[in-house]
């Protein structure tokens, strides 16, 4: 495999994204932008990895964000009820094994899941150019069907924005200043030839850090994340628009005033 260094860049963009940390059981919160554990997890289905299967060299892949399109957040209010009219199982377990019900008896269950909506990102992802371009054609024939951080969140549109190499490709923050601005047309409205967007690196002399690097997808371990360390920036990026046109000078309403 060449080790020459490459950069992968995907478009994350659909009508829903949630890309969650720790946060479980009723209360499943999205973070404001994709998470490495996300990401890896749709690098590896697409690879058609199995959840005990390693993730060591996905996980080495140096990650950046670019905000195209912050979207906003959606809470989706669940109501879980057991069709017979049955109680709820509890957490607890009998001598046997088997669930509790509750007691008092509890019919209906509440829980709450939150989504980033019309949200667009740029990924730029960075590793060695025999496993930058094998992942590249994994996600233009995935293994399995891909997902914005959650199932029921398909992207809508084709992940893959290139690859690049050489100068391009030497550092995370060059990488994501390559492609044009890719929010949606009601978004880039009104526009000069370019903007100024968020981005969060990867990067060993950041001063933030995220804990969101998945150590294993296997359930029976229990999986678990560690922490790397970050930065955020901002990154100005061509719109693909022309500059508007400059405001004629020959006019000046003083003149018949001599």
């Given at each position: 495999m060449t080790l020459t260094p490459a950069v992968l860049?995907?478009?994350?963009?659909?009508?829903?994204?949630?890309?969650?940390?720790?946060?479980?059981?009723?209360?499943?919160?999205?973070?404001?932008?994709?998470?490495?554990?996300?990401?890896?997890?749709?690098?590896?289905?697409?690879?058609?990895?199995?959840?005990?299967?390693?993730?060591?060299?996905?996980?080495?892949?140096?990650?950046?964000?670019?905000?195209?399109?912050?979207?906003?957040?959606?809470?989706?209010?669940?109501?879980?009820?057991?069709?017979?009219?049955?109680?709820?199982?509890?957490?607890?377990?009998?001598?046997?094994?088997?669930?509790?019900?509750?007691?008092?008896?509890?019919?209906?269950?509440?829980?709450?899941?939150?989504?980033?909506?019309?949200?667009?990102?740029?990924?730029?992802?960075?590793?060695?150019?025999?496993?930058?371009?094998?992942?590249?054609?994994?996600?233009?024939?995935?293994?399995?069907?891909?997902?914005?951080?959650?199932?029921?969140?398909?992207?809508?549109?084709?992940?893959?924005?290139?690859?690049?190499?050489?100068?391009?490709?030497?550092?995370?923050?060059?990488?994501?200043?390559?492609?044009?601005?890719?929010?949606?047309?009601?978004?880039?409205?009104?526009?000069?030839?370019?903007?100024?967007?968020?981005?969060?690196?990867?990067?060993?002399?950041?001063?933030?850090?995220?804990?969101?690097?998945?150590?294993?997808?296997?359930?029976?371990?229990?999986?678990?994340?560690?922490?790397?360390?970050?930065?955020?920036?901002?990154?100005?990026?061509?719109?693909?628009?022309?500059?508007?046109?400059?405001?004629?000078?020959?006019?000046?309403?003083?003149?018949l005033l001599g």
């Amino acid at each position: 495999m060449t080790l020459t260094p490459a950069v992968l860049l995907l478009r994350l963009a659909g009508p829903l994204q949630s890309w969650g940390g720790s946060s479980e059981y009723n209360r499943r919160e999205t973070r404001s932008q994709p998470t490495k554990s996300g990401v890896t997890g749709l690098l590896a289905a697409a690879c058609g990895r199995r959840r005990d299967e390693p993730i060591t060299d996905l996980v080495g892949l140096r990650m950046g964000v670019r905000v195209d399109q912050p979207g906003s957040l959606l809470r989706d209010y669940h109501t879980v009820s057991d069709h017979r009219g049955r109680p709820l199982p509890s957490s607890q377990v009998n001598a046997t094994g088997r669930q509790k019900p509750t007691s008092p008896a509890k019919y209906t269950h509440v829980t709450h899941r939150y989504y980033l909506q019309d949200a667009v990102f740029v990924v730029a992802l960075q590793g060695p150019q025999g496993l930058i371009e094998g992942l590249g054609q994994a996600l233009r024939n995935p293994a399995f069907p891909l997902a914005l951080g959650r199932r029921s969140c398909p992207p809508s549109r084709p992940l893959p924005l290139g690859i690049r190499y050489g100068d391009d490709a030497r550092d995370l923050e060059t990488a994501l200043r390559t492609p044009h601005w890719q929010a949606a047309d009601h978004q880039r409205r009104a526009t000069g030839p370019d903007v100024r967007l968020a981005a969060t690196l990867e990067d060993p002399d950041g001063d933030d850090t995220a804990t969101d690097v998945p150590l294993s997808f296997d359930l029976r371990t229990g999986g678990g994340l560690t922490t790397r360390i970050i930065r955020h920036t901002w990154l100005t990026v061509p719109t693909g628009q022309p500059a508007a046109p400059t405001p004629a000078t020959d006019h000046d309403p003083f003149a018949l005033l001599g």
